[in-house]
Nanobody, 126 residues
Framework: VQLQACGGGLVQAGGSLRLSCAASERTFSLYFMGWFRQAPGKEREFVAAIRWSGGSTYYADSVKGRFSISRDNVKNMVFLQMNSLKPEDAAVYSC????????????????????WGQGTKVTVSS
């Protein structure tokens, strides 16, 4: 499975961006998709996830109320709408997907996911 993320760029603080991620194939079981980010010199951190069946969403506290994750079941895509961006949101955002069971760990853990996409860079100017 290949994941292709796009939509990053440069935005002023307070602005918005929408990230997209497409999975390359649909011959697999899809349980979760989500986003992690990593800023220079910092550890990778969970941003948001969506349960494919039912659409339940989960967010890091740092982005709650500002970011929104959604999915397109037909196109096997996940989106991250990012509003009210802050300089501390600047990072490389990576799309992830979970296609296997049983679950090992939790949706906010990097080890939970089976595939990672190449990141898309988000820069927020103050």
């Amino acid at each position: 499975v290949q994941l292709q993320a796009c939509g990053g760029g440069l935005v002023q603080a307070g602005g918005s961006l929408r990230l997209s991620c497409a999975a390359s194939e649909r011959t697999f079981s899809l349980y979760f998709m989500g986003w992690f980010r990593q800023a220079p010199g910092k550890e990778r951190e969970f941003v948001a996830a969506i349960r494919w069946s039912g659409g339940s969403t989960y967010y890091a506290d740092s982005v709650k109320g500002r970011f929104s994750i959604s999915r397109d079941n037909v196109k096997n895509m996940v989106f991250l709408q990012m509003n009210s961006l802050k300089p501390e949101d600047a990072a490389v955002y990576s799309c992830v997907i979970k296609t296997s069971r049983p679950y090992s760990g939790f949706y906010y853990m990097t080890t939970f996911y089976d595939y990672w996409g190449q990141g898309t860079k988000v820069t927020v100017s103050s």
